[in-house]
């Protein structure tokens, strides 16, 4: 990732509070994700044909990434959260990227728009992933407080 697409990630951390930085991201992650799964519920049909994409999978896509966002909202909520949902959003957010780029490789066929589109939506879900996996990073603050 390079340096102008962390930037808005690095003003997140700005802290001297592990926790504030990590609850931050969380934040952020959730209104991102909810944001997005209410667009492809709103709006698959239309969302389908600009992607390429069903509007069906797009439909479904939406009701997870809504639920997901719940999710994700709930850590961020606490004062200090806990490891083990930390990691299991972390771990996530690894594993959407890796299926994001296989689904355009092996099983969808969208439009330039949507070839685009997933590409930038996997870098940016990557973006969310990479400061916990950094040992400075919000990772080594949830290691203590599980």
Do not use: H, I
């Amino acid at each position: 990732m390079s340096a102008a697409q962390s930037a808005p990630l690095t003003a997140l951390a700005r802290t001297a509070e592990p926790y504030t930085a990590l609850r931050r991201f969380l934040a952020a992650d959730a209104v991102v994700t909810g944001v997005n799964g209410l667009a492809c519920l709103a709006a698959s049909g239309p969302l389908g044909r600009l992607l390429g994409v069903d509007g069906t999978l797009l439909l479904e896509l939406g009701a997870l990434l809504a639920v997901y966002a719940v999710a994700v909202g709930v850590p961020a909520s606490r004062a200090w959260p806990a490891a083990l949902p930390v990691r299991a959003v972390v771990e996530s957010k690894l594993a959407w990227t890796v299926l994001s780029c296989a689904a355009l490789a092996f099983w969808l066929s969208p439009t330039t728009v949507g070839a685009v589109w997933t590409v930038l939506q996997a870098l940016t879900v990557a973006g969310f992933a990479a400061p916990a996996l950094r040992p400075e990073g919000v990772n080594s603050s949830v290691t203590e407080g599980t």
